[in-house]
Structure formats: C-alpha cells, structure tokens
C-alpha cells in the first residue's frame, strides 16, 4: 500500500520562500508521475507541479512558474516542491499526490497524502 506523507509547510511574508517535501513509502513503481496540487477551502483542487518519476520532465502551472520548481530524489522515494516569491494567493493546503494521469488534474492521480498548510501573509 502506498502512503504519501508531507512535510515543510508553515507561515511565511510575502516575498518568502519554502520548500515542502514529500516521503511516499510503499511505492513498488517506477512509472507515472508525482504531483503537488493546493486547495482553498471552498474551492476545487488545484494542480501546481507534476514530474515524470521516469522521464523526470518537470511541468508547472502558469500561476507558479518562474517561482516554484519540482525535484524528485529517487533513492530517497522524495518529491520537493520549491517555492520562492511567495504571494498571498499561494495560501492554502498543498497535497502530494501520485497516480498514471500525469496532468495537472487530480483525476490522474489515486493516491493522496494528507496535505501541509502554507500561509503567506502579506
């Protein structure tokens, strides 16, 4: 059974930066993708970064790009999600998720972690 877990959220100024991780245990495959998406509450799941746990091709949404980047450690099962020039718009729950689709769609993805809060004040 695979279990994401997350970690590296917190409270940061605008301007900032963070950099969350995420662990997956479990994971018997090399294939796919893993994907960080947020959500606001009230609002749907957005889809932030997505990598090729093969081809490793890294691919952001256009309201992050130039500021966040996606790396994966493949020893390590680890994927890290970047994110520098934070605005307050970034705010919200940000969730691992891994799964075939490799879109930015949660429809692509069937395993989730828990998420990591990330709060940008400005």
């Known amino acids: 059974q695979v279990q994401l877990v997350e970690s590296g959220g917190g409270s940061v100024q605008a301007g900032g930066s963070l950099r969350l991780s995420c662990v997956a245990s479990g994971l018997t495959w090399r294939s796919g993708c893993m994907a960080w998406f947020r959500q606001v509450p009230g609002q749907e799941r957005e889809g932030v970064a997505r990598?090729?746990?093969?081809?490793?091709?890294?691919v952001l949404a256009d309201s992050v790009k130039g500021r966040f980047a996606i790396s994966q450690d493949n020893a390590k099962n680890m994927v890290y999600l970047e994110m520098n020039s934070l605005k307050s718009e970034d705010t919200g729950m940000y969730y691992c998720a891994t799964g075939m689709g490799c879109t930015l769609d949660t429809s692509g993805y069937n395993v989730w972690g828990q998420g990591t809060q990330v709060t940008v004040s400005s």
């Open positions: 990598i090729g746990l093969v081809t490793d091709i890294a």
